[in-house]
């Protein structure tokens, strides 16, 4: 079955802690993306990837890691997670990134304490 | 003012209503137009891609008005498996920008 998938789907942690979210897709995108959706504010863009190593800045980078060392990965890297990245996550891929449908993860629920 | 902008609702409607959400975009350079629906908090899904001319999907149709810059959503025949949140998506130079979405509610 293609799909996206996410780990952890639930966190929560403390301020300062560490921690990593993972996010793997089986259908062979070069495309990768990770957002946060917080009431009121739609999804917003943290970081993307068009291929494997290559990642660029969304519009809310600060505070977040990712990498892109095979295709099918992109974890989302927290190094010194802080109460305003308590939020909903989704991971999301798409076959070039040129504008076509996006495919996303079940979401992460994050609640940094 | 927002790339995007929904009116947030919520439309509560009865079955077999027809109901209509508005969305304006505020780049004149975007170049492609979507319809995701989100449920209750899930992943959005595509709902449909909206194209110049017009698109329609069963009860559902899209309309872009590029002069104007808006993107419309128009269901028919509402079913209650059609409450959800229904999220605007404009393509700009390959950055997808998402409303914050339009809440429906269908009730019997």
């Known amino acids: 079955e293609a799909q996206v998938t996410q780990n952890p789907r639930y966190l929560i942690t403390v301020t300062g802690k560490k921690l990593t979210v993972t996010c793997s897709q089986n259908?062979?995108?070069?495309?990768m993306s990770w957002y946060r959706q917080d009431p009121g504010l739609g999804l917003r863009q943290i970081y993307y990837s068009m291929n494997v190593e290559v990642t660029d800045k969304g519009d809310v980078p600060e505070g977040y890691k990712v990498s892109r060392k095979e295709k099918r990965n992109f974890p989302l890297i927290l190094e010194s997670p802080s109460p305003n990245q308590t939020s909903l996550y989704f991971c999301?891929?798409?076959?070039?990134?040129?504008?076509?449908?996006?495919?996303f993860g079940p979401g992460t629920r994050l609640l940094v304490l | 003012r927002k790339e995007v902008e929904q009116d947030p609702g919520p439309f509560n409607v009865p079955e077999g209503a027809t109901v209509a959400f508005n969305c304006t975009y505020s780049n004149s350079a975007s170049q492609s137009f979507f319809w995701y629906r989100q449920d209750c908090r899930k992943e959005p899904k595509l709902l449909m891609s909206?194209?110049?001319s017009g698109n329609e999907d069963g009860r559902f149709t899209a309309q872009l008005n590029r002069a104007s810059q808006y993107i419309s959503l128009l269901i028919r025949d509402s079913k209650l498996s059609d409450s959800a949140t229904y999220l605007c998506?404009?393509?700009?130079?390959?950055?997808?920008?998402f409303g914050a979405g339009t809440r429906l509610t269908v009730k019997p």
């Open positions: 259908m062979n995108h070069e495309y």
């Open positions: 909206v194209y110049s």
């Open positions: 999301a891929s798409s076959f070039t990134g040129s504008g076509e449908t996006q495919y």
């Open positions: 998506v404009v393509n700009i130079n390959n950055d997808m920008r």
